[in-house]
């Protein structure tokens, strides 16, 4: 019987991770996450310090961690419903008319079982699920608290000559995204 050792940091799955293999779902808007086809895990910038030297200013690590915004973006169904999930909440969070918009839109939608800070319809908590070459969920990136701050255009043009449908671009804000590895005993 041959006893194969494995040596400490060798690597044992020589597969690649695929940019297709990914699913993302959002509790506030489901028909932008069935249409998702690109979302990205955003950056993460620690700031430093800077401690005066008598030859060079010397960085040390700082405190707080800058994250980048979460940009998803998503085919745009013929009836426009699930652009419009975000646009309403755009305006639901801005209230371009008046403050009985803001209200008519969080009352609509509320979802009693979340935290007290969601119940307002104002944030989503989304879910990306990032699959192995064999499309088995490995990681879930999980994001708190997103809102949105920008919805792209739909631009229409009779001169195009090739059918390409439509995309949009939403970038939201959220307080925290964790990575989760869903082999390990705490997911």
């Known amino acids: 019987m041959v006893v194969k050792k494995s040596i400490v940091g060798q690597i044992e799955n020589r597969n690649f991770l695929a940019p297709t293999g990914f699913q993302f779902i959002m509790n506030r808007a489901p028909k932008v996450s069935y249409f ?19 030859l060079k200013d010397i960085p040390l ?22 652009y419009m999930e ?15 918009e803001t209200y008519k839109y969080q009352k609509e939608k509320s ?8 119940q307002l319809n104002l944030y989503s908590d989304g879910t990306l699920t990032v699959l192995d070459s064999n499309n ?3 990681f879930k990136v999980i994001f708190e608290n ?9 631009d229409f043009d009779a001169t195009q000559t ?7 671009e939403v970038t939201f804000k959220y307080t925290i995204y964790n990575i989760l590895d869903m082999n390990a005993d705490d997911c």
């Open 86 to 100: 975000i646009q309403h909440w755009l305006r639901g969070l801005g209230f371009p008319e008046s403050l009985s």
């Open 162 to 168: 090739d059918l390409e449908y439509f995309t949009a």
């Open 36 to 54: 998702g086809n690109m979302v990205s895990i955003p950056s993460m910038t620690l700031g430093t310090l800077s401690v005066p030297n008598y």
């Open 61 to 82: 690590p700082g405190e707080t961690l800058d994250f980048e915004d979460l940009t998803l973006r998503f085919l745009v169904d013929e009836k426009l419903e699930n």
């Open 111 to 118: 979802d009693l079982s979340q935290p007290a800070r969601s």
């Open 146 to 154: 997103m809102f949105p701050v920008s919805l792209t255009t739909l």
């Open 136 to 138: 088995i969920p490995k």
